[in-house]
């Protein structure tokens, strides 16, 4: 049974006491989640703690769909949709598309709902496959460091590999909002010194993997895309900048030579 939506009022006063800016919305949904008021109350302290809403309900909003969040993984970002939207006119049905540095896989799931393509995912921390597993074929996700944790009947037969690798500077972590440095994982947020170390990995790796022709989509900072760009051409991509300034989202495309075949 629903909680009544007359409690809404009191969880909305909290929240922004709490200092949520969008109140009024997150209360629909805690309210919506909750089966009791008790469980309500539960839901709110956890939200007022600081927890990620995401993490809170169980799921996030992404491209449609509702992508499960556990307790400290990730949660998927609203500007990572624009790395689905520039993926899209690379893949067609059955294209085989590795999601690297997956998180709870919503990339890979969003590419799976909107064109028919073969996911296959893989991350370092434990956790985030757990969740992944639970958006995507449990099969096809898994545990390890990038390239390494993929099976190697893979290599050289990828059509496409999407990559939202951590690019935050490790300087930086401390400026960022608590609801993520406190509550998602360190080993998704920080890229190192400038924010590429990751970044460097994913791209030097993936000629390697992928079909001639094939292509990867890396997610970056404005700032950082310069040099995002420079290490795609170093390793023999013809790569381009793609800016969405409507979500803030920055994707560097490369494809490397060869027929695509598609």
């Given at each position: 049974?629903?909680?009544?939506?007359?409690?809404?009022?009191?969880?909305?006063?909290?929240?922004?006491?709490?200092?949520?800016?969008?109140?009024?919305?997150?209360?629909?949904?805690?309210?919506?989640?909750?089966a009791t008021p008790e469980a309500l109350g539960a839901l709110?302290?956890?939200?007022?703690?600081?927890?990620?809403?995401?993490?809170?309900?169980?799921?996030?909003?992404?491209?449609?769909?509702?992508?499960?969040?556990?307790?400290?993984?990730?949660?998927?970002?609203?500007?990572?949709?624009?790395?689905?939207?520039?993926?899209?006119?690379?893949?067609?049905?059955?294209?085989?598309?590795?999601?690297?540095?997956?998180?709870?896989?919503?990339?890979?799931?969003?590419?799976?709902?909107?064109?028919?393509?073969?996911?296959?995912?893989?991350?370092?921390?434990?956790?985030?496959?757990?969740?992944?597993?639970?958006?995507?074929?449990?099969?096809?996700?898994?545990?390890?460091?990038?390239?390494?944790?993929?099976?190697?009947?893979?290599?050289?037969?990828?059509?496409?590999?999407?990559?939202?690798?951590?690019?935050?500077?490790?300087?930086?972590?401390?400026?960022?909002?608590?609801?993520?440095?406190?509550?998602?994982?360190?080993?998704?947020?920080?890229?190192?010194?400038?924010?590429?170390?990751?970044?460097?990995?994913?791209?030097?790796?993936?000629?390697?993997?992928?079909?001639?022709?094939?292509?990867?989509?890396?997610?970056?900072?404005?700032?950082?895309?310069?040099?995002?760009?420079?290490?795609?051409?170093?390793?023999?991509?013809?790569?381009?900048?793609?800016?969405?300034?409507?979500?803030?989202?920055?994707?560097?495309?490369?494809?490397?030579?060869?027929?695509?075949?598609?």
């Amino acid at each position: 049974m629903a909680v009544d939506v007359s409690l809404s009022p009191g969880v909305v006063a909290r929240l922004r006491a709490a200092g949520c800016v969008f109140a009024e919305e997150e209360a629909a949904l805690l309210v919506e989640a909750a089966a009791t008021p008790e469980a309500l109350g539960a839901l709110v302290e956890r939200r007022v703690a600081g927890l990620p809403l995401e993490q809170v309900l169980g799921w996030a909003e992404f491209r449609g769909l509702r992508i499960a969040v556990d307790p400290g993984v990730f949660v998927p970002r609203l500007r990572t949709g624009f790395l689905v939207e520039r993926a899209l006119p690379l893949v067609r049905a059955g294209a085989v598309v590795v999601d690297l540095c997956c998180g709870t896989g919503a990339v890979g799931a969003a590419l799976a709902a909107a064109a028919g393509v073969e996911p296959y995912a893989a991350d370092v921390d434990p956790a985030a496959v757990r969740c992944a597993r639970r958006n995507l074929d449990p099969a096809r996700v898994f545990e390890g460091d990038l390239y390494a944790a993929l099976p190697a009947s893979l290599r050289g037969r990828v059509d496409v590999v999407v990559a939202n690798a951590p690019y935050v500077p490790t300087a930086a972590i401390a400026t960022m909002p608590p609801e993520a440095r406190d509550h998602e994982p360190l080993v998704a947020l920080d890229g190192g010194r400038d924010g590429l170390d990751v970044q460097r990995r994913v791209i030097d790796g993936a000629p390697a993997w992928l079909a001639p022709g094939g292509a990867l989509l890396v997610e970056t900072g404005e700032r950082q895309a310069p040099h995002t760009l420079a290490a795609f051409e170093r390793v023999g991509f013809t790569a381009a900048v793609a800016r969405s300034a409507e979500v803030d989202g920055t994707v560097v495309v490369g494809v490397l030579p060869g027929a695509t075949g598609r």
